[in-house]
T-cell receptor, first 109, second 117 residues
Framework: GQNIDQPTEMTATEGAIVQINCTYQ??????LFWYQQHAGEAPTFLSY????GLEEKGRFSSFLSRSKGYSYLLLKELQMKDSASYLC??????????FGKGTTLSVSS | GAVVSQHPSRVICKSGTSVKIECRSL??????MFWYRQFPKQSLMLMAT?????????EQGVEKDKFLINHASLTLSTLTVTSAHPEDSSFYIC?????????????FGNGTRLTVT
């Protein structure tokens, strides 16, 4: 079986920092991806973790703990354009990605 | 680089008709492509894995006779929704991964919004 959990919605203000958590239980694990998706558009790749620890890429960072089945995406210096859905996805068996239900982030001024 | 093109972006069809959606990898070859479906405010659900030169692999609950997949070349996969019904209305997105490494991210087409009336 497989289960990927994320909060459904989050709100934050411009300039703030927000952390989006993801927990997973999958029968296999070959890495975890974070994608951003604006309404009606295709997902765009943000980050990838396969080893424990923090990966930093500009305003976005992602953390992974394989022993805990846990990841988070950290967004700093929030901007209005960061309002979107953020999808946590697990590469379970080396091929397709299995997605969580996504977290809708609303950034207000 | 790593561009995936999907066409059409939007289609409206009548119940009972068939609709073909094309997915092309523009600057890389893809022996495998993935088809996802997304209902409003839901996440992406994997429908099937398209394999160049062989039969597609369908996820549990996805009817292979209804969702026909053809992967005739290393840059093109097509999804045909046969005898479409209103419940098939959804956002269909294809994706592919350049190279053979599973560590590289999937790149997505822009999706096809299907509305069946």
């Amino acid at each position: 079986g497989q289960n990927i959990d994320q909060p459904t919605e989050m709100t934050a203000t411009e300039g703030a920092i927000v952390q989006i958590n993801c927990t997973y239980q999958t029968s296999g694990f070959n890495g975890l991806f974070w994608y951003q998706q604006h309404a009606g558009e295709a997902p765009t790749f943000l980050s990838y973790n396969v080893l424990d620890g923090l990966e930093e890429k500009g305003r976005f960072s992602s953390f992974l703990s394989r022993s805990k089945g846990y990841s988070y995406l950290l967004l700093k210096e929030l901007q209005m354009k960061d309002s979107a859905s953020y999808l946590c996805a697990v590469n379970q068996a080396g091929t397709a990605l299995i997605f969580g239900k996504g977290t809708t982030l609303s950034v207000s001024s | 680089g790593a561009v995936v093109s999907q066409h059409p972006s939007r289609v409206i069809c009548k119940s009972g008709t068939s609709v073909k959606i094309e997915c092309r990898s523009l600057d890389f070859q893809a022996t495998t492509m993935f088809w996802y479906r997304q209902f409003p405010k839901q996440s992406l659900m994997l429908m099937a894995t398209s394999n160049e030169g062989s039969k597609a692999t369908y996820e549990q609950g996805v009817e292979k006779d209804k969702f026909l997949i053809n992967h005739a070349s290393l840059t093109l996969s097509t999804l045909t929704v046969t005898s479409a019904h209103p419940e098939d209305s959804s956002f269909y997105i294809c994706s592919a991964r350049p190279g053979e490494s599973y560590n590289s991210p999937l790149h997505f087409g822009n999706g096809t919004r299907l509305t069946v009336t």
